[in-house]
Nanobody
Framework: QVQVVESGGGLVQAGGSLRLSCTAS????????MGWFRQAPGKEREGVSC????????YYADSVKGRFTISRDNAKNTLYLQMNSLKPEDTAMYYC???????????????????WGQGTQVTVSS
């Protein structure tokens, strides 16, 4: 049974940092591209970032480029999202997702992903 579990969310002031983690079990982790999505109340889920199975390729939404960094440790079956210079508009539930195969042109499409976690809340106060 595949399990995807996010952690690391919390409450932080604007300008602060958080690091999200996501562990996946029940699958061959390094077969999968991994993505981070977020969903704010009343809004659609949107792609934040994606990383290839090897970690060699990464993709970011324009809204987070230069502030967020995605990485993975295949030996630990773990995905990370380092979030710096956080803004109130980054407040959302953050989700981790796994995809194989993944068309890079659709990395930010929720339909491209096979497995999802339950999410971790990130709240940025002004």
């Amino acid at each position: 049974q595949v399990q995807v579990v996010e952690s690391g969310g919390g409450l932080v002031q604007a300008g602060g940092s958080l690091r999200l983690s996501c562990t996946a079990s029940g699958l061959t982790f390094d077969d999968y591209a991994m993505g981070w999505f977020r969903q704010a109340p009343g809004k659609e889920r949107e792609g934040v970032s994606c990383i290839s199975w090897s970690g060699g390729s990464t993709y970011y939404a324009d809204s987070v480029k230069g502030r967020f960094t995605i990485s993975r440790d295949n030996a630990k079956n773990t995905l990370y999202l380092q979030m710096n210079s956080l803004k109130p508009e980054d407040t959302a539930m953050y989700y981790c997702a796994a995809a194989v195969p993944l068309s890079i042109t659709r990395w930010d499409d929720t339909g491209s992903y096979n497995y999802w976690g339950q999410g971790t809340q990130v709240t940025v106060s002004s």
